[in-house]
């Protein structure tokens, strides 16, 4: 089992920037894959970042690419998002997720591979 919540999120204008951070109980945090989702409403889970168990591989949807960064401490179990530029279309609900079956240095980026999900954080950029 892994438990995950996540703080950070909040309002913010179009520029501004705004970093999220997951905190990973359960596991060892070190040995699985992360990820950061998102669902704006009406709108289906996509990914945002991923990141393998070491931290040395990173993916970013293109839509994030240049103004988002993950990481994670794996001293501190902690996973984190700085978001910068944001823009209106950055709108939503924001989740951390552990895939535990993917050690190494893959990260997967489907919703299915994940297996453990936060509770959600909102973040709303506003024009």
């Known amino acids: 089992q892994v438990q995950l919540v996540e703080s950070g999120g909040g309002l913010v204008q179009a520029g501004g920037s705004l970093r999220l951070s997951c905190a990973a109980s359960?596991?060892?945090?070190?040995?699985?894959?992360m990820a950061w989702f998102r669902q704006a409403p009406g709108k289906e889970r996509e990914v945002v970042a991923a990141?393998?168990?070491?931290?040395?591989?990173?993916y970013y949807a293109d839509s994030v690419k240049d103004r988002f960064t993950i990481s994670r401490d794996n001293a501190k179990n902690t996973l984190s998002l700085q978001m910068n530029s944001l823009k209106p279309e950055d709108t939503a609900v924001y989740y951390c997720?552990?895939?535990?079956?993917?050690?190494?240095?893959?990260?997967?980026?489907?919703?299915?591979?994940?297996?453990?999900w936060g509770q959600g954080t909102q973040v709303t950029v506003s024009s």
């Open positions: 359960g596991r060892t945090f070190s040995r699985y894959a």
């Open positions: 997720a552990a895939a535990t079956r993917y050690s190494g240095s893959y990260a997967p980026i489907r919703p299915n591979d994940y297996f453990y």
């Open positions: 990141i393998n168990s070491s931290g040395g591989r990173t």
